[in-house]
T-cell receptor, first 117, second 114 residues
Framework: AQSVAQPEDQVNVAEGNPLTVKCTYSVSGNPYLFWYVQYPNRGLQFLLKYITGDNLVKGSYGFEAEFNKSQTSFHLKKPSALVSDSALYFCAVRLKSYNNAGNMLTFGGGTRLMVKP | DAGVTQSPTHLIKTRGQQVTLRCSPK?????VSWYQQALGQGPQFIFQ???????QRGNFPDRFSGHQFPNYSSELNVNALLLGDSALYLCASSLGGGTGYEQYFGPGTRLTVT
């Protein structure tokens, strides 16, 4: 079984300040990890992924995430927040697979990011 | 390059009715997954289709069924609708069955069951 926890329902940050959105995961094997963002009445938009290699992953719109295997975490970060970053953020995990057995994603409950001017 | 498209955008149905939702994958993608997102929650995996077969299924009852066509588009069918089926239904596409990496999501179909 695989699961994702996003411990904060909401994160508040002032524009220009750094932001962190937390994510921890549980999976029996090596994980692929993802961050998605959802704006009101929209689908999910892919931000970044960790597959293998460097633990610091850079993605769209200046976001990055750090994979920490010992802490089973994959926190999303941005050095300087923008008001337009305000949205709902989802962390997701799936198992590595080497065949066509499927690649279902398991999502966390989401964290609402509020960036105030 | 067209992204993932879904139809209809919104739908209102009555308890006990049946509904069909449609999805066209991103150009070049051959795998379609369906997710249910209840209000205030993260998406829950329903099932995934690859090569016109259901490859994986989440914890959803048999009332939820699907189909994939030779052009890779897909349908989600829900029978005997319950009030609890009210949600945003998201379609996602990817490449190569289980070997693909990220999934790309459509805008969703908002289903309201009254």
């Amino acid at each position: 079984a695989q699961s994702v926890a996003q411990p904060e329902d909401q994160v508040n940050v002032a524009e220009g300040n750094p932001l962190t959105v937390k994510c921890t995961y549980s999976v029996s094997g090596n994980p692929y990890l993802f961050w998605y963002v959802q704006y009101p009445n929209r689908g999910l938009q892919f931000l970044l992924k960790y597959i293998t290699g460097d633990n610091l992953v850079k993605g769209s719109y200046g976001f990055e995430a750090e994979f920490n295997k010992s802490q089973t975490s994959f926190h999303l970060k941005k050095p300087s927040a923008l008001v337009s970053d305000s949205a709902l953020y989802f962390c997701a995990v799936r198992l590595k697979s080497y065949n066509n057995a499927g690649n279902m994603l398991t999502f966390g409950g989401g964290t609402r990011l509020m960036v105030k001017p | 390059d067209a992204g993932v498209t879904q139809s209809p955008t919104h739908l209102i149905k009555t308890r006990g009715q049946q509904v069909t939702l449609r999805c066209s994958p991103k150009s070049g993608h051959d795998t379609v997954s369906w997710y249910q997102q209840a209000l205030g929650q993260g998406p829950q995996f329903i099932f995934q289709y690859y090569e016109e077969e259901e490859r994986q299924r989440g914890n959803f009852p048999d009332r939820f069924s699907g189909h994939q066509f030779p052009n890779y588009s897909s349908e989600l069918n829900v029978n005997a609708l319950l009030l609890g089926d009210s949600a945003l239904y998201l379609c996602a596409s990817s490449l190569g069955g289980g070997t693909g990496y990220e999934q790309y999501f459509g805008p969703g179909t908002r289903l309201t069951v009254t």
